[in-house]
């Protein structure tokens, strides 16, 4: 089956070989060791051997040559026909290995797996995280392993508030990733919050052209910043480790899926702050919670727990904070040996429909957004948190 090639797959088993439908040529090589391998050290190989991760069909066939050999020796079934891809080329790499006594094709395959072992230990040797760091951001931690790419807010001491250069950084980091060959992108945040959304010290930085410029421009990151999650191609997961507010909830609409600590909560206070929702809520969250739950959360600011979250449809799955991280990326590494293209292609054929929608939706809502910030109201409310008065 070609879809099994690149995937970790902890039992497979030579005699039931898959193989890709592209052959490729085999070199089988001859064992340097001594050629005395008993049956003992052979069938510990064959215990080793569904233990490691799937070495590929190339060497798959090799092992599945090697074990016939071993235990049938020489060649003896007719050929598969030219259409039977998988059963030709497995008859292939047997037929290849010619007279080769029994016990070197033992011995091969000993070795051969001693091989795998050694490099499989050393592969799965977790290097330190600030070793994987993508270099070129400041406000993040960008890593790619294991098919997956995570984007790590990085600015603890302020609860991850989403500065300019942070919304900047994370549109540069979802397009990299979109291009990358990771097959998920998971988007967290570092500390005890997942993030306090918007930075409010975003609208303390007024250029000389005045206020109106400055609510225009960052109408425009605004805009840019949710098209990205709106286009992004790949699945997409939340893992949220911690309380979310603002932006930071309201784009949850867009992801795949969304796994939440116990600890996490969802808050979107736009009243409090005189300002308006963004991020596409206004129509993901009627859409996934009823227009009844939607409304308490946005235009009344009612901060949700995981659990309720959860009842509601924007979380996917609540883990126990102590167990959070440990059970979330298990879960992802299992999801990112699926194949990337059925699930890029599944992932289309769900939200393709609605891209044209959201992104209306999505400039509708920035054009408002962008008046908001001009409102008393709204600069009421920054001047009180920036001046100590008031919290969430
Ligand atoms: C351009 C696109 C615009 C898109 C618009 C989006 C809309 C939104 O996202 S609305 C949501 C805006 N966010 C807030 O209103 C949250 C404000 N923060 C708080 O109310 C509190 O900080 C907290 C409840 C999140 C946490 O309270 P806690 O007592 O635990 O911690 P603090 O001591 O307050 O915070 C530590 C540190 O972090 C700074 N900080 C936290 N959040 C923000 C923020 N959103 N903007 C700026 N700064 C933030 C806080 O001031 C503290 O800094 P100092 O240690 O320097 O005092």
């Known amino acids: 089956m070609a879809g099994a090639a690149g995937r970790v797959v902890r039992r497979w088993y030579p005699h039931v070989l898959r193989s890709s439908l592209q052959v490729p040529a085999l070199q089988l090589h001859m064992s340097k060791t001594a050629m005395r391998a008993s049956q003992k050290d052979f069938e510990s190989a064959l215990s080793q051997v569904k233990l490691l991760k799937d070495p590929g069909n190339e060497v798959k066939l090799k092992l599945y040559a090697l074990y016939k050999q071993a235990t049938e020796g020489p060649c003896n079934t007719p050929k598969p026909g030219v259409f039977d891809l998988i059963n030709k080329a497995k008859w292939d790499a047997w037929n290849a290995l010619g007279s080769l006594p029994k016990e070197t094709a033992r011995q091969n395959y000993v070795d051969l797996v001693s091989g795998l072992s050694s490099s499989s230990d050393s592969s799965s040797q977790v290097k330190p995280e600030a070793d994987r760091k993508q270099p070129g951001y400041e406000t993040l931690v960008v890593t790619s392993e294991d098919s997956i790419t995570k984007i790590m807010m990085n600015r603890p001491a302020k609860k991850n508030a989403i500065t300019t250069q942070m919304y900047n950084e994370i549109m540069l ?7 990358d060959d990771s097959a998920i992108t998971v988007l967290t945040g570092n500390g005890d919050y997942y993030s306090s959304g918007n930075d409010l010290s975003n609208f303390t930085d007024i250029p000389p052209e005045g206020i109106e410029e400055k609510a225009k421009s960052s109408a425009i990151l605004l805009r840019d910043f949710v098209d990205c999650f709106i286009d992004f191609p790949k699945p997409l997961i939340a893992a949220v480790n911690g309380p979310a507010v603002g932006i930071s909830v309201t784009i949850l609409g867009l992801f795949d899926t969304v796994y939440a600590s116990s600890r996490a909560t969802f808050h979107t206070p736009f009243s409090h702050l005189g300002q308006s929702p963004e991020g596409c809520s206004s129509y993901t969250f009627p859409k996934i919670m009823g227009p009844a739950k939607a409304a308490e959360m946005l235009i009344f600011g009612k901060k949700l727990t995981a659990a309720e979250a959860c009842a509601q449809g924007l979380v996917s799955e609540v883990f126990p904070d102590s167990t ?37 939706i999505n400039a509708e809502e920035s054009r408002v957004l962008q008046e908001r910030w001009l409102s008393d109201e709204c600069t009421n409310a920054v001047m009180n948190f920036l001046t100590r008065k008031a919290k969430l």
């Open 173 to 179: 980091a979802l397009k990299a990733a979109s291009k």
């Open 324 to 360: 959070f991280q440990k059970e979330v990326w298990t879960r992802l590494k299992a999801y990112s040996k699926l194949p990337p293209n059925a699930m890029r292609i599944s992932k289309q054929v769900i939200r393709n429909r609605e891209k044209e929608k959201l992104h209306a």
